[in-house]
């Protein structure tokens, strides 16, 4: 009975087109894996890594309310899923899910669009709840019989096993502007484990400057109230696109002597910065080919300020640098007025 209530949820998700339906259908996910399910998920087994903070099973539960941002990753992977199934007919799919939660949100509910001979998934977390979490779903819903390994285990340091060739890699780790949660960390990992031709989830995240008016600018708090009208959240029109910081994508992660920390260049700031005050980071994400989550279209796309120009009077230029060693964070440094 649930594996048909799940198949009949995840088929509106991936019929959707508009904002209502979205919101719609990621309301009914939820609801189905909190009211259906009963699970009783802790708040407070936050872990700290090499890379970031893990989110407690319950702050991963309830990233399923980050309604577009569910909906578009469901989306986008069943389109990554669908074309390899395409190109390797004969056999099955490998999958590697790091930070996976309590709910596994971005692949469990495709399960039962795909045969079980087609899918052959490991499943990542580091907090041991949100891994019984998954294996008591899938006993109630029905999908034992899908090949899913569970592993309790860092994703940022695990090996994949010798003869398991890693065809769709998927993390979904993130905070706004890359802050926080080891995303970065993560995907640094998976991709020195992946083939040429394997597609990682996020394609593509893209970081850029912008000198603005950050408290005007648009900004996620609520996906109850204001997701519906997020089409209504005009950027800042005096917003000053700076330059692209970088791109997160397997050629980035893949090139050589790659440390854990990024500096730009300086950028000249301003003489007069009455009407954009702030510097500021931007972030859009790439799914999966053309499915993308733009500014403010999801928590993890909200802008971050920096700093605020005002704290910066007496110095011409600015270096922005991002350094996901420890906890990801943002710093800068200053070049003097001459």
Known sequence: MYKQELMFIVESILASNTVDEHIECA??????????????????????????????????????????????????IHKALTKLCTDFPERSINILYAGCGPYATLILPLLPLFDKERINAVLLDI???SIV????????IGLEDYQLQLIETDAITYTKPEGFTIDLAISETMHYALTREPQV????????QLTPDAILIPEEIRIDLAYTFFNHEPYLNNTS????????????????????????????????????????????LPADFSN???????????????????TAESY????????????LIGYSGIQLVYDYCEIPQWTYNLALKE
């Open 300 to 311: 993890i796309t909200n802008p971050y300020c920096v700093v605020s120009m005002y704290n």
């Open 185 to 192: 960390a993560i995907m640094r990992n998976l991709m020195k």
């Open 27 to 76: 309301q009914k996910l939820s609801c189905f894996y909190k009211k259906k399910t009963m699970l009783a998920i802790s708040a407070d087994n936050e872990i700290l890594v090499k890379g970031g903070v893990a989110l407690s099973s319950s702050g991963a539960a309830d990233c399923v309310d980050d309604y577009l941002r569910t909906v578009f990753f469901i989306k986008g």
């Open 225 to 268: 109230y204001e997701v519906k009208g997020y089409k209504k959240m005009q950027p800042y029109p005096k917003n000053v696109f700076v330059d692209r910081l970088f791109t997160i994508n397997k050629e980035h992660l893949g090139r050589e002597n790659h440390n854990s920390k990024l500096e730009s260049r300086f950028y000249t």
């Open 276 to 294: 954009q005050p702030d510097v500021c980071i931007f972030t859009e994400i790439k799914v999966f080919g053309d499915i993308e989550l733009k």
């Open 127 to 129: 907090n041991a709840e």
């Open 133 to 140: 979490a998954v294996q008591q779903l899938l006993a109630v």
